[in-house]
């Protein structure tokens, strides 16, 4: 399946709780690029200039590395993609690469809405950890000590791409390139539009609801049967 939405929508936080309960990875490209950013390869080194700036990483470098990754043997009997497709090109080229090695395409497309106000609200008030990654925010989940890390005393800082000025960039290439998907999958008839809004669990129930039928249901309690049958029956 494949949860879209603009920056800040709470896709990845879905794909974490999702990924407990269905049991297949979660594959979010930022993550990928992130990683190869960090630790130099030549496409991280040719990413990294586009993530900065908050615009979209050339096709060329992101569809190698998602192909990559959902041929890998954990995602074979499927994956929860995150910020992937991110424009009609890349959900026909993820079509293309499902058919060729998989025979099947997708079940389902989650897509959250939030008004960008809110976006601007959640995303320009992260601070992330230098040290050991942790994330919080100024209002909504704020350190115990301004600008100091709870769990390893790192310095806070707010990343080059969750400045407002770049959210604003991220929120318009998101109407103008990525909104069209949802036309797209909105005619292939898998597509569950879903409010964003609200406390992270519950954005969950709705999200599991739209996703009945496709999610392995919880295991069901077991009922002694009694073995006789009742006198008179
Ligand atoms: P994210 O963590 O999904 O918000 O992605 C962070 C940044 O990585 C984006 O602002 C883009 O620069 C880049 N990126 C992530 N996914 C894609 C994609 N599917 N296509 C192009 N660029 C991407």
Redesign the pocket.
Known sequence: MVLLGP?GAG??TQARMLREVANVPQV????L??AAVRTKTPLGVA?AG??DR??????EL?LNL?EERLNAPDAQAGFIL??????VK?AEALRAILVRSRGAGLDRVIALTVPDEEIVRRISGRRTCRKCGAMYHVTFEPPRVNGVCDKCGGELYQRE?DSEETVRN?LKIYDSTTRPLLDYYGKSGILALIDGTGKPEQVESRVQTALAGILPLPPRKKVQKPSVRPAGK
């Not at 979010?28 to 993550?31: E, K, L, Y």
């Not at 908050?54 to 096709?59: A, M, Q, R």
């Not at 995150?82 to 424009?87: L, T, V």
Request: aromatic share 6%; charged share 30%; glycine share 14%.
């Open positions: 920056p896709k990845g979010a490209s930022g993550d690029l992130r990413a586009y993530m908050g615009d979209l990483v050339p096709d992101v998602i995150d910020g992937f497709p991110r424009s890349q791409d991220r």
